[in-house]
């Protein structure tokens, strides 16, 4: 391992090049990964929001964004299978939003009755020790430029109906582009001009002691028209809606997936490049009767030392990109796991490559280093 050091600081050059280009790797792949896991949370993020166990959704719902009016007698149906203990009702549709000073946009508006979940932005949550009026609107922090309102309570209108924007949340940021507005079950329905009656989704908290895969299935045969999803099943469902079968989850899947892969190459090629420009020291080493497994142990050294030390300024670089691209992506995410998911794969392509190189190293002739 000494050794292995001294020749890379010999010509700190071509060790800056080689960290540069690992580093540059590290970067790339953990940025395009940060996109593709915050989008994937984005996506399903009202849905894990709840602590329900089941959602009732119409017959082929694809993601939370585009769910239909249920029939008022499915909530009433499944209230009656054992097992289930609470019933709540969600709703969700698109909305025509007027700011204070008069301007009209698309807004995506939720309602949900208080016992959704302690984590569902909901104004009349029991856990909520700020109470506010029977007219509140919650909004994300990362759409305030959207809302424009420059003070808050604030009276806007949607769907020519009074409403009060009263708070500020933060973590349900839009990744549509369409601001979403948090309300009362009530409220929405008077907004959206549905029935007292009407849900979107339906969703249902049940008895422990029953296996919850007995109370779907019981759910299923009661009520053959609806999709009868577990929380997680109905995430997973919007989640591969949004990756795989849009084009905005597609392009990002292609580009977090691009970016893994020419991530790889770089780390590769730098750390290859550098072996095959070291042949004379290994020549030397050889000259010197080093033996085969001393001189493959110095490139794997010098690979791994080159690729710690341009993992380590990657993530130094990455963490601070990540956290000013919030500013302009929202749901931008980097999970705990991430930076170690990527520096691992990075770390062996370094080994594999010294490996591939090593070769080359091991069949040079002593005698060349007598001949340069």
Not at 45 to 56: C, N, Q
Not at 138 to 153: C, G, T
Not at 249 to 263: C, D, E, K, P
Not at 312 to 320: E, K, N, Q, T, W
Request: hydrophobic residues 50%.
């Amino acid at each position: 391992m000494k050794l292995a050091l001294q020749n890379i600081l010999h010509d700190r050059g071509r060790f800056s090049v080689t960290v540069l280009g690992v580093s540059f790797a590290v970067f790339l792949m953990v940025f395009q990964g940060s996109l593709l896991a915050g989008f994937l949370q984005a996506a399903s993020r009202l849905i894990d929001a709840s602590d329900t166990d089941i959602w009732i959704t119409a017959r082929g719902v694809q993601a939370f964004e585009f769910g239909t009016a249920l029939e008022s007698r499915v909530r009433e149906m499944a209230a009656g299978v054992p097992g289930v203990m609470q019933t709540s009702r969600v709703c969700m549709a698109f909305a025509v939003y007027r700011t204070p000073i008069g301007k009209q946009q698309v807004v995506a508006l939720v309602g949900a009755d208080p016992n959704v979940g302690k984590r569902f932005p909901v104004p009349d949550a029991p856990e909520s020790a700020e109470k506010m009026s029977p007219d509140a609107v919650l909004y994300d922090v990362s759409d305030r430029k959207q809302i424009e309102v420059a003070a808050l309570p604030a009276e806007v209108e949607i769907n020519r109906h009074r409403a009060s924007i009263e708070r500020e949340i933060q973590g349900y940021g839009a990744f549509l582009g369409v601001p979403f507005l948090f309300t009362s079950y009530r409220n929405a329905i008077r907004y959206l001009d549905f029935r007292s009656d009407q849900a979107v989704y339906i969703l249902l908290r049940t008895d422990r002691r029953y296996p919850l895969s007995q109370i779907q299935q019981s759910l299923k045969q009661k009520l053959p028209e609806v999709d009868v999803l577990t929380r997680d099943e109905f995430a997973h469902k919007s989640r591969m809606y949004w990756t795989i079968k849009t084009g905005a989850g597609g392009a990002i899947l292609t580009a977090a997936v691009l970016g893994f892969l020419i991530g790889l190459v770089v780390v590769s090629q730098t750390i290859y490049a550098n072996t095959m420009e070291n042949l004379e020291e290994y020549a030397t080493l050889k000259a010197l009767g080093a033996p085969q497994a001393f001189v493959a142990r110095i490139v794997l050294a010098q690979a791994l030392i080159c690729g710690a030390v341009g993992s380590v300024l990657g993530l130094l670089a990455v963490v601070p990109s990540i956290n000013y691209a919030k500013s302009l992506i929202p749901w931008i995410h980097a999970p705990w796991w991430l930076p170690a998911a990527m520096v691992v794969p990075s770390l062996a392509m370094c080994s594999l490559a010294s490996i591939v190189s090593v070769r080359s190293a091991l069949t040079v002739e002593p005698g060349r280093v007598f001949r340069a």
